[in-house]
């Protein structure tokens, strides 16, 4: 598509690619930071048992419910 059919200059289109590039790659880097810390925090042995969590979110899951019955 052309900047015209997008009713835009092509200055206008060229710092909107470059904006979302730049945004795009920011985005890459966080994650990727992300990952790393979750990678050397599980290598540490900073882990919860799948059963915890499970029980950690059937709580929490419960309290929804019981103020939502509440508020009724």
């Given at each position: 598509?052309?900047?015209?059919?997008?009713?835009?200059?092509?200055a206008?289109?060229l710092?909107?690619?470059?904006r979302?590039?730049?945004?795009?790659?920011?985005?890459?880097?966080w994650?990727?930071a992300?990952?790393?810390?979750?990678?050397?925090?599980?290598?540490a042995?900073?882990l919860?048992?799948?059963?915890?969590?499970?029980?950690r979110?059937?709580?929490?899951?419960?309290?929804?419910r019981?103020?939502?019955?509440?508020?009724?």
């Amino acid at each position: 598509m052309t900047a015209k059919a997008h009713d835009r200059t092509v200055a206008q289109l060229l710092r909107d690619f470059m904006r979302d590039y730049v945004e795009q790659a920011e985005y890459d880097e966080w994650l990727r930071a992300m990952v790393e810390s979750s990678r050397a925090s599980a290598n540490a042995g900073n882990l919860v048992p799948a059963a915890e969590v499970e029980a950690r979110f059937a709580a929490r899951r419960a309290e929804t419910r019981r103020r939502l019955e509440a508020s009724k």
